[in-house]
């Protein structure tokens, strides 16, 4: 009875973390429509959850880092950002870079994001990935996933007394 009165009492506890700390986490998400992004994050930062990014988040995924305040985010070792130039498709229906919409994107996001990107040449076409140690220098690690990288502790050897 004693068990089953334990294991109640830890569900009931998890359920109310759970509760009182939402999370939105992001991974395989490849971008999509500025605006889409723009009010989807204006929500989640008035809803106060934190942001888990555990995998890609690329394109207009990134504007999180500008809408987000970064005590509210947090990367894991997959975490893996991608950045470029905005577009727009052109006559012909190619590709075509918006400057205007390039440089609202770049100004979105917080300073030493600006700096990593322009050290890179900026937003172009091409794609850039922020990730491992850069992006774990500017952001917090997540510790659900410090505690799943760590291995289970063996058990300790008989201790044997000291003379």
């Not at 930062?45 to 947090?74: H, M, N, Q, Y």
């Not at 491992?132 to 952001?139: C, N, P």
Request: with cysteine.
């Amino acid at each position: 009875m004693k068990l089953l009165t334990g294991l109640l009492a830890a569900v009931l506890l998890l359920a109310g973390v759970g509760a009182s700390h939402a999370v939105v986490r992001i991974a395989d998400d490849r971008g999509g429509r500025i605006g889409t992004y723009v009010d989807k994050y204006q929500g989640l930062r008035t809803s106060g959850e934190t942001v888990i990014i555990d995998g890609l988040c690329a394109s207009a995924c990134t504007i999180v880092l500008g809408a987000i305040s970064p005590d509210k985010i947090c990367v894991t070792s997959h975490a893996e950002l991608g950045f470029h130039a905005a577009w727009d498709f052109g006559a012909n229906g190619r590709a075509v870079t918006n400057a205007e919409a390039t440089q609202m994107l770049y100004s979105m996001y917080p300073s030493p994001v600006k700096k990593w990107i322009s050290a890179r040449g900026g937003l172009t076409p091409r794609m850039i990935f922020l990730k491992g140690k850069q992006l774990q220098a500017l952001y917090k690690p997540c510790y659900l996933d410090a505690q799943a990288s760590v291995p289970a502790p063996k058990p300790a050897a008989a201790a044997v007394p000291s003379r």
